[in-house]
């Protein structure tokens, strides 16, 4: 029987304009299967726009019924964006951790967390006139927020944001809005996703 995958988000997990199959959980489910982990493709709870409690709201709406066998989140992007705090940030987020734990019985291996990338170092944020330096300083706070978090409840914390610094801003690696990340991003993203969920599945699937 394949194994089952919930993937919470926002845009980068949606895959705002990308084909469905360029998303990157969709990228890795696919990944998993050749590596021979029966898993099937995510059902996806994610909406461009997103913050942490419009989420929360996403989740209830959809009301997914649990355990799956993977659960990923990645969410804060839009918090940031709107002007919130770290300090709002931080329970929202431990809110959505421990929602995220519970679709996965409970299993921390089941869980994986992605940081947020870096949307300062794109064509979009250059013609927003807002400060691409702050944005940067601002989502490293959000992201050692919840690194710290993920660390406290067990959960692997998959830092992409350095990956978005380096490339995020060549014409590649991003959609044709200039803003999100294209399928080619995605991939990177998964290169370090991919041995994270392949070992914990694999582990916990052993006698």
Sequence with gaps: ??????ALGDSYTIGEGVDPAGRWPLQLADALRRGGIA??????????????????AGIDAAAPQGPFDLVSLLIGVNDQYRGRSVDDYRPRFTALLQRALGFAGNRAPRVLVLSIPDWGVTPFAAGSGRDRIQIGHELDAYNAAAAAICAEHDVAFIDITDLTRTAGGEAAMLADDG?????????????RAYPVARLHLAAEAAP
């Design 1 to 6: 029987m394949a194994l089952s995958y919930l």
């Design 39 to 56: 898993l099937d493709d995510p059902r996806i709870i994610a909406t461009t726009g997103w913050t942490t409690d419009e989420l929360d």
């Design 179 to 191: 803003l999100h990340p294209s399928a080619a991003m995605y991939a990177l993203w998964n290169q």
